[in-house]
């Protein structure tokens, strides 16, 4: 093997000892401790070094087959873990239900057992129904990765926000990260509370009352439903919610998961929840700027500051690569940080 083409990554970033990788899914981060985020992040790091070789391409999956189940439209994460399998080796195929038998009325369990028949290892799988990753989870040996099930969970895109996150500002214990949006349909604002809390971070979320989770104030969450999401602040004045922030991350309003009569009219959203230049000058003076994508700008988002100098937004994108490369690395069963001894 070539240097080229040996899955080393030179050493990983972090001196702690990698935990043991525990997981055949990934379907949220709710079940993810610091130290097991850390992994992924500390393997991302050395996935990235590989991205930018010459030729980014290693063999550690050589032999493995990843599908990409595609019930909802994308383009980040379907793009992003095609490029991941493809860097690691493997096979990877893409479906949509639209160019599937799903069409014909083959349900998501017989898709995903027809899938595994095929020797499938992985599958990645996007659907509008909440849960749906969970039941694909339960009828099949092949890790299932949600790549975002409804209003509920999106957790390959949480991680690639606080991998870029901690690119920026390190340990994010401390920091204030406000998202600002749809924050009662958003599966990326559930997922990133659960990764940003369990890193210590300081979580705000910003909306008008009518897009915010019932539940989320402390006030209204039941002593029996502790679980249902983690401890954030709650704002409706983005003006105080964007006071002193360190990461402030922009949401689309999700007017495909929506039912109507929630806003008085987008305009009117816009002109009291749009991330401007003049609102982020309220922010931490080394303040920087997110968005899943993908965005409206004019909407949820000023066309300057989306393209501006704190913006962050593509970075995101070239590390949903990285990071994916990382998890489909562990769920092959390489050791976290193990990068150096992925040679099987
Ligand atoms: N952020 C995200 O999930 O984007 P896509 O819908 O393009 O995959």
């Not at 000023?302 to 590390?319: H, K, L």
């Amino acid at each position: 093997m070539t240097t080229e083409t040996m899955p080393s990554a030179g050493a990983p970033t972090s001196s702690r000892p990698a935990p043991a990788w525990r997981h055949q899914h990934i379907l949220d981060l709710d079940n993810f401790g610091r130290d097991e985020i850390e992994a992924v992040l500390d393997t991302a790091d050395s996935m990235r070094e590989i991205l930018d070789r010459r030729i980014a391409r290693v063999p550690a999956l050589r032999g493995r087959t990843v599908v990409n189940l595609f019930y909802e439209p994308s383009t980040r994460t379907r793009a992003s873990f095609e490029l991941a399998g493809k860097a690691l080796g493997a096979d990877v195929i893409s479906l949509t239900a639209a160019m599937s038998s799903v069409q014909k009325g083959e349900s998501l369990i017989d898709t995903v057992r027809t899938l595994r028949a095929m020797r499938a290892d992985v599958i990645v799988m996007r659907h509008s129904s909440a849960g749906a990753a969970y039941l694909a989870a339960e009828h099949t040996d092949a890790s299932i990765i949600n790549a975002g099930d409804g209003a509920h969970a999106h957790p390959t895109q949480a991680l690639l926000d606080l991998y870029t996150m901690r690119q920026h500002f390190g340990d994010l214990a401390g920091k204030r990260v406000v998202m600002v949006g749809d924050i009662s349909h958003s599966r990326v604002a559930r997922s990133d509370m659960w990764g940003l809390t369990a890193l210590g971070a300081r979580v705000v979320v910003c909306g008008p009352p009518t897009l915010l989770p019932r539940g989320l104030r402390a006030s209204e969450r039941p002593a029996h439903a502790e679980s249902a999401l983690p401890p954030v602040t709650v704002e409706t004045d983005i003006e105080r919610a964007i006071e002193g922030a360190h990461i402030v991350m922009a949401l689309r309003l999700q007017s495909e998961r929506q039912q109507g009569g929630l806003l008085p009219s987008v305009g009117e959203y816009a002109r009291r929840y749009q991330v401007t230049a003049q609102r982020l000058a309220r922010a931490h003076p080394d303040h920087i700027l997110m968005h899943p994508g993908p965005k409206n700008e004019g909407v949820e988002i000023a066309a300057d500051v989306a393209t501006g100098d704190r913006s962050i937004i593509e970075e995101q994108v070239t590390n949903g690569v990285a990071v994916r490369m990382a998890l489909l690395y562990l769920l092959a069963g390489y050791a976290p940080g193990d990068v150096d001894g992925g040679s099987r």
